[in-house]
């Protein structure tokens, strides 16, 4: 068992999505701090509040904070934003894969014609 667990630990992986996990961690001050610092006064400047907070839809005695709400899905759009064009950056900076399509056609059709005349 111990060493079914070792195999797992080795070939699962783990050990680079747990380099992963730490840096994703890591990073998310930084791009809230983008969202927080750098893009919401921009729309602070636009819609004279810094977040949609004060936008409430009263029920009865209940109160909806819809702009709470509004707020957190900008916040996560523009997150989501960021992300996108690092990926799309790293992706166009890193060498293309060789990709290896098999054997041609060819290759194929002369593979059956060898093996039907043994």
Aim: no cysteine; aromatic share 10%; net charge negative.
């Amino acid at each position: 068992m111990i060493q079914e667990f070792k195999d797992f630990v080795n070939k699962g992986g783990v050990f680079e999505a747990a380099v992963g996990l730490i840096l994703a961690l890591a990073f998310t001050p930084v791009v809230q701090g983008l969202v927080d610092l750098i893009i919401m006064p921009i729309v602070a400047a636009i819609f004279g509040e810094p977040n949609f907070n004060d936008i409430v839809i009263d029920i009865g005695d209940a109160e909806i904070r819809i702009g709470e709400w509004i707020t957190i899905i900008i916040g996560f759009l523009l997150i989501a934003l960021v992300i996108f064009f690092m990926v799309r950056l790293y992706n166009k900076a890193k060498p293309p894969e060789e990709e290896d399509d098999g054997p041609s056609e060819i290759d194929l059709l002369t593979e059956i014609r060898d093996g039907l005349n043994k």
